[in-house]
């Protein structure tokens, strides 16, 4: 067995696959993209289900990757056991009617046996009982000995859903005694550790139909994942994953900043573990620009981030002290991850940012909790509600044993089964949330049998004579589509650009001798043909027939200058806000231009200006824009940057604005950065946790947007009676002087708020002692109810005081009643509510403040009338 490094694991593995033909294929982003099915990429095959379900075809049919994955349906877990994490790497290889089980079971059994030199006697192989053919390929081909091959049932088929599914094959290691439970019958699938699942190889060769039955696919496919912790454990002789290389730096960095050392104390490692996985899934998150909210993943990065504080505080770190161990994942993983690297100091930002609102946040859940005993106190009780204390855990990330803890000590215990009782139906609606069928589509249509070639000359003309070589309506092949009818049309020759990269497709015409057809959209067919959705207008459009292709020249010159003005606008973007902005999305439009990306917060006004200007300067240098074609490595070299989205070949094509942008993009662009004319950003908004949006318009459509503006300050202007030029000044003075107005306005109704006050306490009772004013106040809202009581505790310092209001069917009350009075078991909270039951209604709150209300004002004067009597019952007189 070769002692190994992660790193040179990964390097192994992608290398033996790529002298096997297979495409070495870049991890991509933990987002899903294009795929509202899945949360996160939570294995090596979700980038890849477009070549699996057939809507693409990849460039090869042999892929090699090692994809960064999320899972978080065990958060609970990690720590605890060896081999939870929320963050994980799986090495993965793939065929797509290819290659199948003979070559997928002896390639890893290559892999594993030569390349990392395990020993054959320690592995195993599972296999579905019913494959025959993976257990005669392992047993006779192979060499594995038949007592080292489990026959299996469910635990070796994967199916989610409809859509393709086969038999797997699973490999274990055997570790050895030492890590067994010693039982006679311990063996692959054991829930011990001795032996541990280091890779599963799935052959997809079956379609699960609607109604459950199973029928051959015409295309097989193979889906391998190994997990890279996994077998770094066995490769590095570590017991766990925590032990390898892609942890042991950040546990020994916790440890120097907690001053506590790693591997002395079982219950205390727990945390480490924590810290060390959650912070990566967070920095990871983070860098592929999911920012710390409450929805979705946003939601599952503040929850690892606030898991991993409160690991730490069980460490002895009161102060945020995340953000300073980044690094030390940027270290560890930034060879093969080069964005986490780049991306460091906006991570470290966000993370630190997020630290000290969560300490905020403790403090606050610190106070309600206080207040919680306080009021069962006051009540008498000594048991803490699960569903306070699930509120606590869930709004202000109060672990339960912490508030079992400061329970215990005011003598209080915790409704835990009501807390289970929450937490399971908070699980279950997020299980219902998820429960999106996953399954992959295998009917794939007419449209994948279209293989004949479609060259593209739009780059450079917007007009070809073209054949069409295929008609589909529907999902049918057809001969011809008549006037009226919709279909798609394939072109051996097209001057039509598919949407791609955000930009849309073009629109335009064909016309032949014997009709008129419109094209309404253009977008890529499986094989990655232009494809042509049109209406026929008139005669009849024939297969074979010649066409003269025709795309709207005012359509392109408006999709060219907004596609070139989006490439400005993100190195602008970068320029200003800093280079952790990346593409999380765009529409390249005839009319506008969209472009979505990672950024914590608004822009200020200043920003959007300098955004604004830097691209205009840029449009107005007049500089050429050059496109070329280049290998992707140089043009990485030369600082091109990638789009969100898009798949790269070895060949790629760079965009290059004069000296200011260089994009890789196979899009549609200006000649010279003067054409565009003018840029103007329309609006500036968010659209989740970290990603912003800029609208914004060019050419034409940004000066009929400046003309529009125009034409609203002339309308402001006559509105405020100034000329165009003094509309600024003009309205500063109106705002101020109706600043003034609502000063003089307020300094009133304080007048009128303490003369009330003061007849109110002229007409107080004396009730046992104690001085009551309960009055109806009316056209009072709940707060000016409070100003007046505010005003009256200064008259009586010693008081019980309710008022109420009412507006048309609904009561408010606000009750208040002295510190000194609270001791003679006089309760503001029990006050009210016993006053707004007599009025239709109910309410509570603290002993010194509390509101309520009610359904039926006619009550209101007698219900306050109870007032003197309810005040007396409680002082016991």
């Not at 395990?118 to 592995?123: H, K, S």
Request: aromatic letters at 6%.
């Amino acid at each position: 067995m070769k002692r190994m490094t992660a790193q040179q694991i990964r390097n192994a593995y992608k290398q033996f696959f790529a002298e096997r033909g297979h495409l070495v294929f870049p991890s991509a982003s933990l987002v899903p993209h294009d795929d509202p099915t899945l949360l996160w990429i939570n294995a090596g095959m979700a980038p890849l289900k477009p070549y699996f379900d057939g809507r693409e075809i990849p460039e090869k049919p042999r892929i090699v990757s090692v994809q960064k994955c999320i899972r978080t349906n065990d958060i609970e877990n990690v720590g605890y056991t060896a081999r939870h994490q929320t963050m994980f790497e799986m090495l993965g290889n793939f065929s797509f009617g290819d290659y199948f089980k003979a070559e997928a079971i002896r390639w890893a059994w290559e892999f594993l046996t030569q390349t990392l030199a395990l020993e054959p006697a320690r592995l195993y192989a599972t296999v579905h009982r019913e494959d025959e053919e993976a257990l005669r390929i392992w047993h006779e081909d192979v060499g594995l000995p038949r007592d080292h091959i489990v026959l299996g049932d469910e635990d070796n088929f994967w199916e989610i859903g409809e859509g393709p599914c086969g038999p797997c094959s699973e490999i274990y290691y055997d570790r050895g005694e030492p890590y067994g439970c010693g039982a006679p019958d311990c063996g692959p699938g054991c829930d011990c550790d001795r032996f541990l699942e280091i890779w599963n190889l799935v052959f997809t060769q079956y379609n699960k139909e609607a109604d459950g039955s199973y029928t051959p696919l015409p295309k097989k496919n193979i889906d391998t994942g190994m997990g890279l912790e996994r077998i770094a454990s066995v490769l590095q002789d570590v017991p766990n994953n925590f032990e390898t290389d892609l942890f042991r730096p950040l546990l020994a960095a916790t440890a120097q900043l907690a001053g506590v050392p790693y591997g002395a104390d079982k219950q205390r490692d727990v945390h480490f573990k924590i810290i060390a996985d959650h912070l990566r899934t967070v920095v990871f998150g983070v860098s592929d620009g999911v920012l710390p909210g409450n929805e979705g993943r946003s939601y599952i990065i503040r929850r690892l981030l606030r898991r991993a504080v409160r690991s730490g505080r069980r460490l002895g770190m009161e102060r945020p002290f995340l953000f300073e161990l980044a690094p030390v994942v940027a270290e560890v993983m930034g060879e093969e991850y080069p964005e986490v690297r780049e991306k460091l100091e906006f991570i470290q930002r966000v993370v630190r940012t997020e630290e000290e609102r969560f300490h905020e946040t403790l403090a606050e859940g610190e106070a309600l909790l206080a207040d919680i005993i306080e009021q069962l106190r006051q009540r008498g009780e000594t048991v803490l509600p699960g569903a306070d204390a699930f509120r606590l855990y869930d709004t202000f990330g109060f672990p339960l044993d912490l508030t079992e803890e400061t329970a215990r000590e005011h003598g209080l215990e915790v409704d835990r089964a009501g807390f289970e009782q929450e937490l399971a139906a908070q699980r279950e609606r997020a299980r219902a949330a998820r429960q999106t069928p996953e399954g992959m589509n295998a009917d794939r249509g007419v449209l994948e049998t279209l293989t004949v070639e479609s060259r593209f000359v739009g780059y450079t003309q917007l007009q070809a004579a073209a054949h069409v070589t295929a008609l589909v309506r529907g999902n049918t092949a057809v001969e011809q589509l008549a006037a009226g009818e919709e279909g798609e049309v394939l072109l051996d020759v097209t001057p039509f650009y598919a949407e791609s990269g955000g930009q849309l497709g073009d629109r335009g015409h064909l016309q032949s001798a014997s009709a008129e057809v419109e094209v309404l959209d253009v977008k890529k067919a499986p094989h990655g043909q232009p494809l042509h959705r049109v209406r026929v207008r008139r005669g009849v459009l024939r297969r074979g027939d010649e066409v003269q292709a025709q795309v709207s020249s005012a359509w392109r010159r408006d999709i060219i200058k907004n596609h070139t003005a989006t490439h400005l606008l993100h190195k602008a973007l970068r320029e200003v806000l800093g280079q952790h902005v990346a593409q999380a999305g765009s529409l390249v439009a005839d009319q506008r231009l969209r472009f979505d990306f990672s950024h914590f917060g608004p822009l200020s006004a200043e920003e959007l200006a300098e955004v604004e200007r830097r691209v205009n300067d840029a449009i107005w240098r007049d500089e050429p824009v050059e496109i070329f074609e280049t290998d992707l490595d140089q043009a990485k070299a030369m600082g091109a940057m990638a789009l969100f989205g898009e798949k790269y070949g070895q060949r790629v094509r760079v965009v290059k604005a004069g000296d200011y942008s260089i994009e890789l993009c196979g899009g549609c662009h200006v000649e010279r950065t003067g054409v565009i004319g003018l840029f103007q950003i329309v609006s500036e908004t968010g659209i989740g946790a970290g990603v912003r949006r800029i609208e914004a318009v060019t050419g034409r459509w940004a000066y009929a947007h400046v003309r529009a503006r125009e034409a609203l300050l002339q309308q402001v202007a006559q509105v405020l009676k100034a000329p165009a030029g003094e509309v600024l000044a003009r309205a500063e003075r109106t705002v101020e002087e109706l600043r003034q107005l609502e000063r003089e306005l307020a300094a009133a109704r304080a007048r009128l708020q303490r003369n009330l006050a003061a007849d109110l306490a002229s007409q107080a009772e004396q009730v046992c002692g104690v001085p009551v004013v309960a009055a109806v106040v009316p056209g009072q809202d709940a707060d000016g109810l409070r100003r007046t009581i505010d005003e009256l505790r200064t008259l009586l310092p010693s008081h019980v005081i309710v008022l109420g209001s009412s507006e048309g069917d609904r009561v408010v009350l606000v009750a208040a009643v002295s510190k000194d009075l609270q001791a003679r078991k006089l309760h503001a909270g029990q006050l009210v509510k016993q006053v707004a039951q007599l009025a239709g209604g109910s309410g509570g709150g603290r002993p010194d403040l509390a509101q309520a209300g009610g359904k039926d004002p006619a009550k209101l004067p007698a219900a306050l009338q109870k007032v003197a009597e309810f005040v007396r019952a409680a002082a016991g007189e």
